[in-house]
């Protein structure tokens, strides 16, 4: 019922910056009033929580991982949520997915197909 495509990813070397989006439709008054979150996969190791955002966006969770280095957002009319990443490190390498509803030690039904980011010199 609900569809989430994340784009933005890429390679990008260490330091560097890239800013993933993710766009929902179909019902997405399903996701009214309710949070939205990244994830990431990489290699060889368990999906992992990246960040979050509630409904209002001043309330904002993010990893220790990428704690001051990572900024997420959302535009509510646009039904988009973007991660605006920076002083990106190798350890970034990872699939991110985008994931609605998310609430705090919860994820979502809803996944994206994930976007690529290697981060590599």
């Known amino acids: 019922q609900v569809q989430l495509v994340e784009s933005g990813g890429g390679l990008v070397q260490p330091g560097g910056s890239l800013r993933l989006s993710c766009e929902a439709s179909?019902?997405?008054?399903?996701?009214?009033?309710?949070?939205m979150g990244w994830f990431r996969q990489a290699p060889g190791k368990d999906r992992e929580f990246v960040a979050a955002i509630g409904w209002r966006s001043e309330n904002t969770y993010y990893a220790d991982s990428v704690q001051g280095r990572f900024t997420i957002s959302r535009d509510n009319a646009k039904n988009t949520m973007a991660l605006q990443m920076d002083s990106l490190k190798v350890e970034d390498t990872a699939v991110y997915f985008c994931?609605?509803?998310?609430?705090?030690?919860?994820?979502?039904?809803?996944w994206g197909q994930g976007t690529q980011v290697t981060v590599s010199a």
């Open positions: 994931n609605a509803p998310w609430m705090p030690r919860e994820q979502g039904r809803f």
């Open positions: 179909g019902n997405t008054f399903s996701l009214y009033g309710l949070g």
